[in-house]
């Protein structure tokens, strides 16, 4: 089996060597000569508008994924005409614009913070009354890392924050005072079976995923139960196959829906060595039509992101049930360069080893 990958990151790299003992060979697809599944795989180096690269990128694949949520909703419709491409093109095209996204959830039921769309001035005011300030206008297409925001705090800085941002259609949306971050993993196979892995809490740096731990030790069981049904309402409304990650705010004993990837997750990294089955591979089983594999989690586990910079790996690599993942891209600002993962039988082993790594890495 040849499956092709939309993008060449790190999630790319990390399914390809997730497929290999399964007997799956990879060909990616990415604008850049040095994307990381280069390393492992095939990679077809063009835009993902290029026509005929695309043939090129298809020829003799039997399916399509994809790890990059702004590859261009026109080539996976393309690509859809030609070979079964797996999330459905309509999740990735709903997630690429926030507000597509935010009728999503709303379609599905699911809470979101106040928001109203600011496409120019003629807006303002509505938006302005609509939504509560502290607010974050946040550029509709293209935002990700908490790139495209804005923080509002009074009504003559929306102005100026639109004018910043591009003047383009941007979402002025309500600052949560949420309690901590969660995000779900939700996976549904094209026989329609679903799992979910367990709830993580996530720490953001600057709008960049730092720290992400699971279980999630703060969530309770009804969290959980809520996050499921929310996640799979997504999940049957689109008859979506692959693995689906869902970013909540947590308020009380409410979830607010901030985002979704429709796509193998960051926040999922720590299931590599944390879960019986990593998401990697769970995704491959999902969009292959194969049964899916057991998503209990290894006792506690803990994710910290390498950014910017590589820390020393040796003293890292001392620590009991440490794990290093780098990614084979070079250092920049803000760049994610690879990952740690922590593994332990109590809550409390993991967040004694988790102090121990954080002695060596720092967030920027
Ligand atoms: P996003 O790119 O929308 O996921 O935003 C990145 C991060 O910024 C989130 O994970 C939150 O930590 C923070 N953030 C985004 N939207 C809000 C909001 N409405 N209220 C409070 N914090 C937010």
């Known amino acids: 089996m040849l499956i092709g990958i939309l993008g060449g990151g790190q999630l790319g790299r990390m399914l ?3 497929g290999y003992p399964l007997g799956l060979r990879f060909r990616g697809l990415d604008p850049n000569a040095n994307a990381p599944l280069g390393q492992v795989a095939e990679l077809v180096v063009a835009p993902y508008d290029d026509r005929l690269a695309l043939e090129r990128f298809a020829a003799g694949l039997d399916l399509v994924t994809y790890e990059f949520e702004n590859v261009p909703g026109s080539t996976a419709e393309f690509l859809a005409a030609r070979l079964s491409v797996s999330p459905p093109p309509e999740a990735l095209i709903r997630s690429q614009d926030r507000l597509e996204e935010k009728r999503l959830f709303e379609e599905c039921g699911i ?3 106040r928001y109203a769309p ?3 001035p003629d807006d303002f005011a509505q938006a302005l009354d609509a939504v509560p300030l502290p607010a974050l206008l946040k550029t509709r297409r293209l935002g990700y890392d908490g790139r495209g925001q804005a923080q509002i705090h009074t009504a003559e800085e929306l102005a100026l924050a639109w004018e910043r941002l591009g003047g383009v259609p941007c979402l002025l949306e309500e600052f949560v005072p949420f309690e901590y971050e969660v995000s779900l993993l939700g996976v549904r196979s094209r026989r329609g079976e679903i799992t979910f892995y367990t709830l993580v809490e996530n720490r953001h740096v600057e709008g960049i995923l730092a720290i992400s731990r699971a279980p999630a030790p703060r969530a309770s069981t009804a969290l959980q139960t809520l996050a499921q049904q929310y996640v799979a309402a997504i999940l049957n409304r689109l008859e979506y196959v692959g693995v ?3 970013e909540f705010f947590v ?4 979830l607010l829906a901030n985002e979704m990837a429709p796509r193998v997750h960051n926040s999922g ?5 944390g879960a019986e089955t990593s998401q990697f591979e769970q995704h491959l089983r999902a969009i292959l039509g194969w049964p899916l594999g057991s998503t209990t989690p290894r006792g506690h586990s803990a994710m910290i992101n390498l950014l910017s910079v590589i820390p020393p790996i040796e003293p890292i690599l001392g620590l009991p049930n440490t794990h290093v993942h780098l990614y084979g891209k070079e250092p920049r600002p803000r760049r994610k360069l690879g990952h740690i993962t922590v593994r332990a039988d109590s809550a409390h082993e993991r967040d004694e080893l988790l102090r121990q790594v954080l002695e060596f890495v720092s967030f920027p």
């Open 118 to 120: 600011v496409s120019g």
């Open 16 to 18: 390809a060597l997730a």
């Open 111 to 113: 809470p979101v913070p």
């Open 251 to 254: 308020v009380g004993d409410r």
């Open 244 to 246: 689906l990650a869902v």
């Open 269 to 273: 990294h720590w299931t590599i060595e």
